[in-house]
């Protein structure tokens, strides 16, 4: 069961853009929080971006300011918009369905896409 979509990953170089979309289910979108991922090898899966089914976002301290989460209900997409690539940067990136807690911290639930490479040359 893969209920997420994810694409938009591909090569580029530091200092590029990419844009990753996630299909999302309507109800899963509608109803929860929405995260984006990412899994380098031998590294563990972290948290880059989040957002709130209202829209507040939140960003690890490595992508603030390169990288912006959206969500399009309408369209059942969520977005991450990275700018100013990183070799670092380079990873598998998924799409998660969330939830905030009642300290603003974004817990996952387990349902996941496929995940989409992204790798950022020097």
């Known amino acids: 069961q893969v209920p997420l979509v994810e694409s938009g990953g591909g090569l580029v170089q530091a200092g590029g853009s990419l844009r990753l979309s996630c299909a999302v289910p309507g109800d899963m979108l509608m109803k929860n929080a929405m995260g984006w991922y990412r899994q380098a090898p031998e590294k563990q899966r972290e948290l880059v971006a989040s957002?709130?089914?209202?829209?507040?976002?939140n960003y690890a301290d490595s992508v603030k300011g390169r990288f912006t989460i959206s969500r399009d209900n309408a369209k059942n997409t969520v977005y991450l918009q990275m700018n100013s690539l990183k070799p670092e940067d380079t990873a598998v990136y998924y799409c998660?369905?969330?939830?905030?807690?009642?300290?603003?911290?974004?817990?996952?639930?387990?349902?996941w896409g496929q995940g989409t490479q992204v790798t950022v040359s020097s």
């Open positions: 998660n369905v969330g939830f905030f807690s009642a300290t603003g911290t974004y817990q996952s639930l387990p349902y």
């Open positions: 957002i709130s089914s209202g829209s507040t976002t």
